[in-house]
Structure formats: C-alpha cells, structure tokens
C-alpha cells in the first residue's frame, strides 16, 4: 500500500518550493517573455528491504535539480486513516486536540 508515500509527497514538494523561493524567482525573472518550466517527480519503491520515495524538482536557472528522498511504512495510509476518523468525531463533537511535535510544529484535529 503506497499511501503513506503519497500523503507525504505534497509536504515534500512544497518543502523543496520553500528551499528554492528565492532562485526560483531569479528563473521567473531571467526567463523574459518565455515560461518558466517547474518539473516535479515522485519514485516510489523498496531499498535495502525499506519502502523509499524519492522527490524531485527540477527548472532552468542554471539548471537546478535537486531530489528529498524519505522512508515511509505502508501502515502510514492506516494511520492517516485513523487520524481523519479522530479528527471527525472531535468535530461532531465540538471537541479540538493540539499535537505538538518535537520541532515544536503543531496541527490542531476538531473544532470548526
């Protein structure tokens, strides 16, 4: 089940837009009056017995490419799953839960 790696991949790439604000936005100034091409890629598959996902972007500005690979468990799908179904009846309930992590991040599951 691929599923964990998909829901992961969108953070990955906005992480890399992140990384690359500033060149990207050299590129969109150096392409003039021609569109500025911003490829992603995603591989998904299994390295040294562990599931691996390899992000990539790519654009024209001196031609940057640069890739985030990660691991990931098929059993993530299941706990998103679970999360979603927590995040509902704290809603139906008119109830919020606050995980914050280690990084001092934080998402907030119920309320409105």
Same mark, same amino acid.
């Given at each position: 089940?691929?599923?964990?790696? @998909?829901? %992961? ?7 890399? %837009?992140?990384? !690359?604000a500033e ?5 969109? #100034? ?8 911003? =490829?992603?890629?995603?591989? &998904? ?9 390899? +992000? =990539? @972007? ?5 031609? +940057? ?5 990660? !691991? ?6 299941? /706990?998103?799953? &679970? ?6 009846? %704290?809603?139906?309930?008119g109830a ?5 992590? =280690?990084?001092?991040?934080? #998402?907030? /599951?119920?309320?409105?």
């Amino acid at each position: 089940m691929i599923k964990g790696a @998909i829901l %992961l991949i969108p953070s990955k790439i906005e992480a890399m %837009l992140k990384d !690359y604000a500033e060149d990207l936005e050299q590129a969109w #100034v150096n392409a003039g009056d021609d569109p500025l091409t911003i =490829s992603f890629g995603a591989k &998904i598959g299994i390295a040294k017995g562990k599931n691996i996902c390899e +992000v =990539s @972007i790519s654009f024209t500005k001196d031609k +940057v490419k640069d890739t985030s690979t990660f !691991y990931w468990d098929p059993n993530q799908g299941e /706990l998103f799953k &679970i999360i979603e179904k927590m995040d509902a009846g %704290l809603k139906k309930d008119g109830a919020t839960m606050e995980i914050i992590s =280690s990084g001092g991040k934080s #998402v907030t /599951l119920g309320g409105n």
